[in-house]
Nanobody
């Protein structure tokens, strides 16, 4: 059974940084593109970042470009999201996702999801 588990969320002041981790099990990790999405209160889930299985190609939402960095360690079956210069509008539940297909910004096209980790950025 495929399981994705996020960790690293918490409370941080604006301008601060957090690193989220997503540990995957039950799949051949290196064969999957990995992504991060987020969902703020009252809003739909939105794309944040994605990385291909090789780690050679990354993609970012315009809202986080230059501030967030996605990376993966296939030996550890883990994908990371380094979040710097955090803003209050980054407050959301952050979800890890996995997909065998090319990474996209459309949540419904991703195969597997974690349960999320809450990131709260105070002003």
């Amino acid at each position: 059974q495929v399981q994705l588990e996020e960790s690293g969320g918490g409370l941080v002041q604006a301008g601060g940084a957090l690193r989220l981790s997503c540990a995957a099990s039950g799949l051949t990790f290196s064969n999957y593109a990995m992504g991060w999405f987020r969902q703020a209160p009252g809003k739909e889930r939105e794309f944040v970042a994605a990385i291909k299985w090789s780690g050679g190609s990354t993609y970012y939402a315009d809202s986080v470009k230059g501030r967030f960095t996605i990376s993966r360690d296939n030996a550890k079956n883990t994908v990371y999201l380094q979040m710097n210069s955090l803003k209050p509008e980054d407050t959301a539940v952050y979800y890890c996702a996995a997909d065998q297909g090319p990474p996209t910004k459309v949540p419904r096209l991703w195969d597997y999801w974690g349960k999320g980790t809450l990131v709260t950025v105070s002003s």
